[in-house]
Every structure is written in C-alpha cells, then in structure tokens.
C-alpha cells in the first residue's frame, strides 16, 4: 500500500464536501433568482420560467417551451426595469431565454 501524506489525506476528504457546497449553494441561488423573476412577471407566464443562472452579465432564463418563450420575449421590454432594479439582476446586460424542462 502506498504511503500518503495525512495532509493529502484531509484534502482529499474536502473536496467532495465543497463541490455539494457549491451546488447546494447555487441551487439555492437558482430559487431565489426565480422567485425575483416570477415576481415581476405577469402572472400567467411566472410558473413556466425559471432562472438557470446569472453569470458575467447574462441572465439566462428556461421557458417549458417555444410558446411561452414566445409570450416572454413580448413581456421583456416592460419587464426589464423592474427587473434590473432588484440587486441581483443590476449588472444584466444580456437576457437569453432557452426552452427546456424547468
């Protein structure tokens, strides 16, 4: 058996438990992103969109499909203001809207 380092050892174990951290972390992230976004949209498209991520000014938004994809890009435009105006989404410069399962 080979000998190793207590310290590689330790490392080792950590790593695992960061990588879970992250995700839980940005899975929590995720929900409250979407629930800002649902909140200023219109009612009947809210619960078919939800936020996939924010990242270097993009937001990037799953739609359930082309309609509603369709029916969001028209809402965008009177949406936009209000959403910019909440901290997470201040520095959105790009919006992307892809259709996929939520």
Known sequence: ??????????????????????????????????E???????????????VANVKGGRLTIHVVDSSWATRLRFELPKVEPALRSLGDFADVT???IRTGAL
Not at 1 to 22: Q, Y
Not at 36 to 50: D, E, T
């Open 1 to 34: 058996m080979a000998r190793r380092v207590v310290k590689e050892l330790l490392t080792e174990r950590r790593r695992p438990r960061n990588v879970l951290e992250r995700l839980v972390k940005h899975a929590a992230l995720r929900e409250s992103w979407t």
């Open 36 to 50: 800002q976004l649902r909140a200023v949209l219109p009612p009947a498209i809210a619960p078919h969109c939800s």
């Open 94 to 96: 790009e919006i992307r």
